[in-house]
């Protein structure tokens, strides 16, 4: 480039500009010759500088060798260059000067003169320029440091191409200053060198922000001013909520003042943040000593804080406009002045605040009403007033504000509506709020003494000079009836007021005291605007502040008296719109939303009409329904009537009811109500407000209409009739979107009673799912319809199931709710604590229940451990409306057990002061804790005392909390006795509940004498504290809350149970079966693992009995071994129970599965377990004592053969040496011959004692007599008439002793009735089949007879005569069936003992092993090696067997673990839904009666099926044998291995060393034992070679015959029968309903109460009617709660109440069906088999209801899964 070129000739130096003309000319020294041809070089020629750039030249060169050397202070370089035009030099330094110098190479290597050239790189700019700062008035730069010596930077600031500022700086940062908001600059810097050169700028641009902005960004809100705030964000519950922490920094000070405003916190507006500075005076503020210069030093603090009218503005700009509404509420019931014209700063735009007025309800009472005491209730938006402005003109010395508060406050009560000068923070700048136009009203309360005006005015306050906000003046000069301006000084043209052509009177408000004040400049204003004395207000120095105001009141009120000019607020959107200003009425989907409503408010001309025409499914239909429904469960009508054909009649009715229902087409009014709230999100929730508005405004209207003719009415007495018809009205008139809501939910109800398929039905699926969103959004839905008391719990319950498709997986919830009187500020104390929107309203008392959703925020969720928190408000108690229903109290009843079941916390609203009133809310509310405490609900309360002022009402109220406690303790016992729970004595017995923290006292609500009365500061901090204490009490809770389909479930159980009077008997729900059914099934998996592990241990020490002494001489006796193990025992067990006991404990500590609502089972499960232990304690004990025993007893019998064996042993060796002597080679033949001579001769001279044979039944004779010695001397005298021995050979047979009772029983046995004799023949039977398998299992072992086996037997009789005290039994029938059994049992076992003794006769096991002999003999004669032989034999008899008996001891208990973990026997409860589902599969009569009939034995041939099913699929039973066959072969090779190692010296000690190794596991004959090592002439070595491949081949072997054994054969082989334990499990104490004979499920085994999921008819249970003989249908589950009677044995033939059954049978508990389909699946059996069963029972069929016989199969399954909650 030219300016960065400098060309040099030899020392001289030029200076050359143009890069383009830069060139070189050789040229000689002065004065001297050229040098010769040979050896010149010449100069290179020219040479052009083509481009300097940062860290590159370009050089344009001739085409020669050309070497270029370039240098500078800090660098040097050379570079060649051959036949090149143009070089380029790189990695050079930007803006450094660097001389080049340029030499000519010949060919031969002579070089020419060097020429040089200067050139400059170019500087670099500034990289990488960042704005780091933007304020309003300021932007912070910042840059990286370039290359090269910097001189300084320049930095230029342009807008709109001029020139603002140019700065100098010799730092990488700047800061441009005194800029003006909102602009976009253009910014550019440049680098200046040392050296002077400059380099090219760097441009960025960069936009100051709006004062708006910076603001935003101040308070945090920059993001919400887009994305607007709404209010379900602001009333989440976050750690704000439930942590006081002082507000350390602006961005805090917003939502202190949302959480102040949404509790109506009058201190709301107090929002200055403690900074550094102040808590640091505060620190300091013990340095007593005077420092004049840091006392004033403390006033300019320069703190950034902020006005109370800008954080105002800023958070009404970033919120919705459902948030506005409700700031805008919340702040009117503050006497906060509100928003009517809210200023945009930016855009310099305002809005009229019309919407966010629209909630807005005042209530007061002018002169007029002051006779009549009637008062006003409106909207003032809607209210027609005259409106008084002020504002400002200029500087003004007096503040506008302060002197408002003055002049709408009375003596007694001031209070600041309106921010001013001299509140706290007040005095700050204001940012964004000038051109804030804010309203309030004064409104007179009718006390002459109290009111400032006489009527109602609204005021507004103009912040800020009228000067820079003419639109908002112009807006208020046309919708006033007078402007006062204020000013300190007036120009005396003042066009601002002078031009205006408005319709308001205009007041000038002057200050004289000012030094600007111009009387001049006043009088000629006021003569332009024609001004009288009136309209002239000043504030001279002989009025003090009271005068001054005093003066203005009088002014005002004359204008407000005089006044014509009113208009609604409404009206002035017009005017808005003239002026250009903006109306937040006016989005499109506000204005679609309300045409909506008002279409349908419009309609409204008498509420009652409109509600019987277009909301008609709702009024006596619903009501009638109600009461069908509630009769379905109470049954007080049915008189004589059958029960089940009048229950069915009145689902007949219900059924046509719902079909009237169907037949109404929709509504108009419902068609668009229901299209308007499928509208996208905003526009629905635009239209329910809007609609909820004008149902308010219409009811309202009415309501005063009905008061007013009520009090006229009142007068004349004698117009009782007129009165109550009146009163009547005022009770229906109230109309809100709730009643829609509730013809939403009965239109959807009654579809579902239409098929699945019609299109009606179809289009009303979605329904549910608007509702859920709409509780998803915040809006109130509601639970209980107080009209007809009543929940549609269908519609409520779908609405919850798409509530939790809504949420997130597994949202939990907890749950507020409130009881109290009616009118003592229930919903306002909800309101104020959770910021909400329930009914307050006047004529709009809460009826039945609202539930309300709040978020939890992400923060606190685990920490609360729930997602949202339910809100549920409900009607007063003894609400005067109900008080002459004769139901009244029931209803009463029916909503506290409701609410406070739902409840985690429940808020009681009591009011000492009326002692009589109160005694009847606390007995309704205790009344519903008992019953919650015996469901298992343990819900938390907190009593409020409301309008209880005083500071220590805490401690004078001691008295008081103890007189309550006493109170209720007293309502405790009341209610116990009525709920038959009289062990509840105190009301600490029900709940936790301490006088001094469950009580809590509210002052009253408001601060003075409404309607201009503030909310009471107290008020909100006490309800605050409230709040926080229920909230951190949620944190602290022990249980889980309950996620949202329990809530459901929760509600549908209550509800169900409070239908019926007696709740707690009636109560069931599904939560409670679940959670008692995950205990049975953990408690089963527990008491599992300990009988596996007992039956693994007792099993391995039956093997070391039964191998004890076979191997090796023992070092102790058997006695000392049995003790031995004994104690063992006891310790396994102790360990066992103490472990199942800790799980149980670990169990019920968990907070998930609802554990909590099963607490009562708890001591069930616990004796279960000790009982458990007991039973396997006797059962080891038993089974350890009858091996050691029967091992005892074969000792000498196993002398006996091992001497034999010997003597044996050493004849055959002798006939060996013999016959080899001979010297003669013998056949086989002669060998066999010399062999039988010797085993004769050997046999006949051994000696062979006779076995004795013990006299079993002589035993089992004295054991029979011994468990029947404490029964009486009639025993013996039974026992003597007839020998054991002729016992048992006829079938048993119950016979009735008597004349009467003989005809009696013949009679029964006609008519197939059960009566005493043939409960006692079913009694009897199943104990001599349980007995009869003890005995065959017995048999099937093969061992020898042991007296345990009989005590076992007798114990087994005794414990089910004892399970079945119920049916009385005489002691012959107890004799004689134990004789019957005893019998049978002592010839059986008298067999066994003597087959045992035959099998093990000495003589027999040895001739039985003659031909082993033989060939073992020829063997050794012969020299043969007899390895594999005997290796083989080894294997064969004494492994084989030994292997195959461990794994038919272990596969029994595999079998059992297995089938145990499928759904069917995890329990009883789904073992008897699996039974009944199997049966309704089949469709099989016999089955059924089977079922019916022989209960147990079907049930036990139905589990043996399972079995043979389950081990028929052989992969899983063929897995547990492969792992048993594999663990025994490893033990055998374990065992030959180690004996290997031991280098045993002969066979003998071999075998005796690997037999010792496997004596823990396997059982080896000692018989086959013996045999094999007779002449055994193996190796050891060669033999366990053999012996391991023998083992190796019985391997896939036996795998191979298990695989083929028929599964029945290897189920009666198992030492455990899976079957029977299964049975016993499952079968549980084997109860019968005493009513329908319906089993008992009951968990535990150590139960105390029976029970059972689904009853049947009683005709099933062969129940008919005396005179017709037919089969009954009336099912227990409903009687229970009729007033019908049973006659039974228990009942000694005189009739009882069913009602009162538990008198009869007190262990048992029948609660009425949960549902009324509960129990179809028997309903459906019935129907369907009725002559079958009638002819089976000897009966005429029954007389079916009409609606049982249209149950389907599906609608039996149903049923099924319903009763035992199957999901």
């Known amino acids: 480039m030219a300016e960065d070129v400098t060309m040099m000739e030899s020392s001289e130096e030029e200076d050359f500009y143009g890069a383009s003309e830069s060139f070189l000319e050789p040229r000689g020294e ?210 704000r909520t439930i942590i006081d922490e002082p507000v350390k920094c602006n961005s805090d000070l917003p939502w202190y003042f949302l959480k102040k405003l949404m ?481 939403m939910g009965q239109i959807y109800e009654a579809s579902l009673s239409l098929p699945e398929k019609d299109r009606s039905r179809q289009q009303l699926q979605h329904l549910p799912k608007l509702c859920a969103e709409l509780l998803l959004d915040g809006f109130p839905l509601e639970l209980v319809d107080g009209d007809a008391s009543n929940i549609p719990l269908r519609w409520v319950s779908d609405i919850l199931s798409q509530l939790n498709d809504l949420v997130p997986p597994g949202s939990k919830i907890r749950v507020v709710t409130v009881l109290g009187v009616q009118s003592t500020g229930k919903s306002t104390l909800l309101n104020t604590m959770f910021g909400v929107q329930f009914a307050v309203s006047s004529g709009r008392c809460t009826r039945g229940a609202f539930m309300l959703l709040i978020r939890i925020n992400e923060e606190v969720k685990k920490e609360l451990n729930c997602d949202f928190m339910m809100i549920i408000d409900t009607e007063g108690l003894k609400s005067p409306e109900l008080a002459q229903l004769d139901n009244s109290h029931e209803h009463d009843n029916e909503l506290a057990t409701l609410v406070v079941g739902l409840s985690d916390i429940t808020i009681i609203n009591i009011a000492m002061e009326n002692s009589t009133e109160m005694k009847d809310i606390l007995q309704i509310v205790v009344h519903a804790f008992l019953r919650m405490k015996e469901v298992g609900k343990k819900p938390k309360c907190q009593f409020v005392h409301q309008n209880v002022s005083d500071v220590s009402a805490h401690e004078k109220n001691l008295r008081d909390r103890k007189l309550l406690l006493q109170q209720l303790n007293e309502m405790t016992q009341a209610a116990a006795k009525m709920e038959q729970k009289e062990e509840n004595k105190n009301f600490t017995d029900v709940m936790e509940y301490s006088p001094d923290t469950g009580n809590w006292y509210i002052p009253g609500l408001w601060n003075g004498n409404p309607p201009m009365a503030p909310v009471n500061a107290g008020y909100s901090e006490a309800v605050y504290e409230l709040k926080k204490n ?27 149970a409070v239908k019926h009077e007696n709740f707690i008997f009636s109560f069931r729900n599904s939560l409670v079966a679940d959670a008692y059914m995950r205990l049975c099934t953990e408690f089963n998996k527990w008491e599992w693992e300990f009988k596996k592990k007992m039956y693994a241990w007792v099993t391995e020490a039956e093997t070391k009995i039964s191998n004890f002494g076979k191997i090796k001489s023992e070092a102790s006796g058997m006695t000392e071994f049995l003790n031995d193990l004994k104690s063992e025992a006891c310790t396994v067990l102790s360990e066992w129970e103490t472990k199942i006991l800790e799980n149980l404990k670990q169990y019920f500590k968990q907070t998930e599965g609802h554990v909590y609502l099963v607490e009562g089972y708890r001591e069930d499960f616990a004796n279960s377990a000790k009982s458990l232990r007991r039973e396997m304690e006797s059962s080891v004990v038993n089974q350890l004592t009858a091996a050691a025993d029967i091992r005892q007893g074969m000792t000498e019998v196993d002398r006996i053969k091992e001497n034999h064996t010997k003597e044996l042993e050493g004849t055959v060796c002798a006939l060996i040496q013999e016959c080899r002597g001979r010297k003669v080679k013998m056949t086989d033949k002669e060998l066999d011959e010399e062999f039988d001579k010797m085993w004769k001769k050997t046999v006949k001279e051994l000696s062979f004692s006779k076995q004795n044979t013990t006299n079993v039944i002589a035993n089992v004779s004295y054991h029979l007599r011994e468990n029947l010695s404490r029964k009486g001397s009639r025993v013996s005298e039974l026992l003597s008439q007839t020998r054991l021995q002729d016992c048992g050979l006829e079938p048993f047979k119950c016979t009735a002793e008597g004349f009467c009772n003989q005809f009696i029983h013949k009679f029964s046995k006609f008519f197939n009735i059960q009566d005493h004799v043939m409960a006692l023949q079913n009694i009897a039977d199943r104990i001599i089949t349980e007995c009869t398998d003890i005995i065959t299992d017995k048999m099937n072992r093969k061992n020898n007879y042991h007296n345990t086996y009989i005590q076992e037997i007798l114990h087994k009789i005794d414990k089910r005569l004892q399970n079945n005290k119920d049916v009385k039994k005489d002691i012959e029938f107890e004799v004689s069936l134990k004789q019957h059994i005893c019998g049978v049992a002592a010839r059986q076992f008298q067999k066994m003992h003597e087959d045992f003794i035959q099998e093990n006769d000495p003589y027999r096991c040895l001739n039985q092993n003659k031909e082993k002999y033989r060939a073992d003999f020829k063997d050794v004669f012969h020299k043969r090696d007899q390895c594999q032989k005997k290796a083989e034999e080894f294997t064969n008899r004494c492994l084989r067997p030994a292997v195959e008996d461990f794994v038919n001891r272990f596969l029994g208990p595999d079998i059992i673990g297995e089938m145990q973990s499928s759904f069917e026997f995890s329990t009883r409860m789904y073992f008897q839904y699996s039974v009944l589902l199997d049966l309704l599969s089949k469709r099989n009569f016999e089955d059924y009666l089977s079922f019916i009939c022989s209960y147990e034995d079907y049930v036990a041939k139905w589990i043996f099926g399972r079995v043979l099913e389950h081990s028929s699929k052989g992969s899983t039973t063929s897995e547990s044998e492969d792992r048993h066959l594999k663990s025994s072969i490893k033990s055998i090779n374990d065992a030959i291995d180690g004996a290997k190692k031991e280098k045993s010296g002969n066979m003998k000690e071999f075998i005796e060393d690997v037999c010792h190794k496997l004596s823990g596991k396997l059982v080896i004959s000692k018989d086959a034992l013996d045999a094999f090592m007779i002449l055994n002439n193996a190796t050891p070595e060669q033999f366990a070679h053999w012996l391991t491949v023998c083992v190796k081949d019985m391997e896939p072997a036996l795998r191979k015959k298990f695989k083929e054994t028929d599964i029945r054969v290897k189920l009666q082989n198992l030492h455990v029968k899976p079957q029977t334990e299964l049975y016993n499990k499952v079968i549980g104490c084997g109860k019968l309903c005493p009513f329908c004979k319906a089993p008992c499920e009951a968990g535990a085994k150590e139960h105390k109460e029976h029970c059972t999921s689904l009853h049947r008819p009683e005709g099933l249970g062969r129940f008919r009617w005396t005179w017709t003989e037919k089969l009954v249908t009336d099912i227990c589950t409903s009687l229970v709660v009729s007033d019908a009677l049973f006659c039974c044995n228990e009942t000694n033939g005189e009739y009882h109440p069913y009602k009162n059954y538990i008198q009869i049978f007190p262990e048992w508990k029948i609660p009425p069906d949960a549902s009324l389909q509960a129990s179809d699946y028997w309903k459906y059996v019935l129907a369907k088999f009725n002559n079958d069963f009638a002819k089976a029972y000897k009966a005429k069929p029954a007389d079916i209801p009409a609606t049982w016989n249209k149950i389907t199969d599906k609608d039996a399954e149903d049923s099924l899964k319903v009763s035992f909650n199957v999901k």
């Open 30 to 239: 002065e004065g001297t010759d050229t040098p010769p041809q040979s050896d010149y070089v010449p100069p290179p020629g020219e040479i052009t500088v083509l481009r300097a750039g940062q860290e590159t030249v370009s050089l344009g060169l001739p085409v020669y060798t050309l070497q270029i050397d370039y240098y500078c202070d800090t660098q040097r370089g050379s570079i060649v260059k051959e036949d090149c035009s143009i070089v380029e030099v790189e990695g050079l330094n930007p803006g450094t000067e660097y001389t080049f110098s340029i030499i000519r190479i010949a060919d031969n290597g002579n070089r020419s003169k060097a020429a040089s050239l200067r050139v400059f790189t170019e500087p670099s700019p500034p990289v990488q320029i960042a704005v780091i700062k933007t304020n309003t008035e300021s932007l912070s730069l910042h840059w990286d440091i370039p290359a090269g010596e910097v001189e300084c930077y320049i930095v230029t600031c342009c807008s709109e191409g001029e020139i603002v500022q140019e700065l100098t700086t010799d730092t990488n940062n700047l800061t441009l200053s005194d800029l003006k908001p909102g602009v976009c600059y253009s910014l550019q810097v440049s680098v200046q060198l040392r050296n002077g050169r400059i380099s090219k700028p760097t441009v960025t641009s960069a936009q100051t922000k709006t004062r708006l902005e910076s603001l935003l960004e101040d308070l945090g809100l920059e993001r919400h001013y887009t994305e607007k705030l709404s209010l379900s964000t602001i009333l989440q519950i976050d750690k």
């Open 263 to 743: 509790m109506v916190n009058v201190t709301a507006r107090n929002v200055k943040f403690t900074s550094v500075c102040e808590s640091t005076c505060d620190a300091a503020s013990g340095n007593t000593e005077l420092d004049f210069d840091d006392l004033f030093d403390t006033l300019h603090l320069g703190l950034d804080v902020l006005n109370p009218l800008d954080i105002i503005t800023a958070l009404f700009l970033c919120s919705d406009g459902f948030l506005q509404q409700e700031m805008a509420l919340k702040m009117s019931m503050c006497q906060f002045s509100v928003p009517l014209l809210l200023p945009n700063c930016d855009t310099k735009q305002c809005t009229l605040m019309l919407w966010a007025m629209r909630d807005i309800v005042k209530k007061y009472r002018p002169q007029s009403l002051l006779e009549s005491k009637g008062f006003i209730e409106d909207r003032v938006v809607v209210s027609e007033l005259p409106m008084i402005s002020f504002v400002r003109l200029g500087e003004c010395s007096m503040s506008k504000s302060e002197i408002l508060n003055k002049l709408l406050s009375n003596s007694q009560q001031y209070h600041d509506t309106f921010v001013h000068h001299n509140m706290e923070c007040g005095d700050n700048p204001r940012k964004i709020s000038n051109g804030l136009t804010e309203i309030t009203w004064y409104l007179p309360c009718g006390n002459k003494n109290m009111d400032i005006f006489s009527e109602p005015v609204a005021v507004a306050n103009l912040r800020g000079d009228i000067a820079s906000c003419e639109t908002q003046f112009y807006f208020l000069c046309q919708t006033s009836a007078a402007v006062f301006v204020f000013f300190d000084t007036l120009d005396s043209e003042c066009e601002l007021l002078t031009n205006l052509h408005h319709k308001a009177q205009i007041f000038l408000v002057g200050n004289h005291q000012s030094t600007r004040f111009s009387k001049d400049a006043l009088k000629n204003v006021a003569t332009k605007l024609g001004l009288t004395k009136d309209n002239i207000i000043i504030k001279t120095d002989q009025k003090n502040d009271a005068d001054f105001v005093k003066n203005l009141r009088k002014t005002v009120s004359n204008v407000v008296e005089k006044s014509k000019m009113k208009m609604r607020i409404e009206q002035m959107a017009d005017i808005a719109h003239e002026l250009g200003i903006w109306v937040d009425e006016d989005s499109s989907e506000c204005q679609i939303a309300k045409e909506n409503a008002d279409a349908i408010a419009a309609e409204i001309q008498d509420i009652l009409k409109y509600k019987d025409t277009q909301l008609p499914l709702q009024g006596q239909i619903w009501k009638d329904l109600t009461c069908l429904e509630k009769e379905e469960f109470r049954l007080r009508n049915v008189g004589s009537e059958n029960i089940e054909k009048y229950k069915s009649d009145l689902q007949i009715q219900k059924d046509a009811l719902r079909k009237k229902q169907n037949s109404y087409d929709m509504s108009d009014a419902m068609t668009c109500f229901i299209k308007a709230i499928s509208s996208p999100g905003i526009e629905r929730c635009y239209f329910l407000k809007w609609l909820r508005m004008n149902l308010d405004n219409v009811s309202r209207e009415k309501l005063s209409d009905l008061r007013e003719q009520y009090k006229k009415k009142c007068k004349d007495s004698e117009n009782k009739e007129e009165i109550k018809d009146i009163d009547r009205q005022l009770s229906n008139s109230s109309l809100g979107t709730e009643h829609f809501f509730r013809e």
């Open 1030 to 1056: 229920i909230i951190q009490t949620f944190g602290g809770c022990d249980s889980s809350a309950n996620n949202i389909l329990d809530f459901t479930e929760w509600t549908k159980s209550l509800w169900n």
